[in-house]
């Protein structure tokens, strides 16, 4: 078991930057490629960003790319997810996911892939 807690939500204006971390714990933590996803009100909730366990190899999202960045010290159990230049339309509550696995390097991009999930941040994004 995985349990996953997201802080570091909050209300910015456009072009500031947010730092998201996720504090998990339970016997396998330390065994869990990592991602980030966000749900705006009356859309499906979807991929932002993914880590490896082993923090090699990150993934990113197109509309995220070059603005966001996964990182994860594994030591302390954290990942988290610093956003910079947000825009309006990243508003949305952000939700930090974990997968145990095997692989030092596979990351995952789909909400299936994902056993475990945190409640969420709300992240707001005024114009």
């Known amino acids: 078991q995985v349990q996953l807690v997201e802080s570091g939500g909050g209300l910015v204006q456009a072009g500031a930057s947010l730092r998201l971390t996720c504090a998990a714990s339970g016997r396998t933590a330390s065994t869990a490629a990592m991602g980030w996803f966000r749900q705006a009100p009356a859309q499906e909730r979807e991929f932002v960003a993914a880590?490896?366990?082993?923090?090699?190899?990150?993934y990113y999202t197109n509309s995220v790319k070059d603005r966001f960045t996964i990182s994860r010290d594994n030591a302390k159990n954290t990942v988290s997810l610093q956003m910079s230049s947000l825009e309006p339309e990243d508003t949305a509550v952000y939700f930090c996911?974990?997968?145990?696995?095997?692989?030092?390097?596979?990351?995952?991009?789909?909400?299936?892939?994902?056993?475990?999930w945190g409640r969420g941040t709300q992240v707001t994004v005024s114009s």
């Open positions: 880590i490896a366990r082993s923090g090699s190899t990150t």
């Open positions: 996911a974990a997968r145990v696995t095997f692989s030092d390097d596979n990351y995952y991009t789909t909400r299936s892939q994902y056993p475990y």
